[in-house]
């Protein structure tokens, strides 16, 4: 099973930015595309955006488009999501998978493993 590993989240005023990065240990990321999840409690795990395994195709919820650009680099086996202009809103604990690009969708792979600790995320004054 697949295994990623979330890190960077915090406590940053609303306007503020935050880079979250989602690392594979022990298999090669390049071949994957990788999604970015959160939920915010008592809500559902939802998207907020996915790259593919080349980099090239990119999707974004509408909630977070123009404010939050995700990316990769291959090198370090690591994806990124840099997150700007944070708002109350995007207050959550946020996770990455392994995930398959199904036009504006982005479904979990069905040989990704459980869910890690994720990473919070708080935008707060």
């Known amino acids: 099973q697949l295994r990623l590993v979330e890190s960077g989240g915090g406590l940053v005023q609303p306007g503020g930015s935050l880079r979250l990065s989602c690392a594979a240990s022990?298999?090669?990321?390049?071949?994957?595309?990788i999604g970015w999840f959160r939920q915010a409690p008592g809500k559902e795990r939802e998207g907020v955006s996915c790259?593919?395994?080349?980099?090239?195709?990119?999707n974004y919820a509408d909630s977070v488009k123009g404010r939050f650009t995700i990316s990769r680099d291959d090198a370090k086996n690591t994806v990124y999501l840099q997150m700007n202009s944070l708002k109350p809103e995007d207050t959550a604990v946020y996770y990455c998978?392994?995930?398959?690009?199904?036009?504006?969708?982005?479904?979990?792979?069905?040989?990704?493993?459980?869910w890690g600790q994720g990473t919070q995320v708080t935008v707060s004054s």
């Open positions: 022990g298999f090669t990321l390049n071949y994957y595309a």
């Open positions: 790259i593919s395994s080349s980099g090239r195709s990119t």
């Open positions: 998978a392994a995930v398959t690009q199904w036009g504006s969708s982005c479904i979990v792979r069905a040989d990704f493993g459980s």
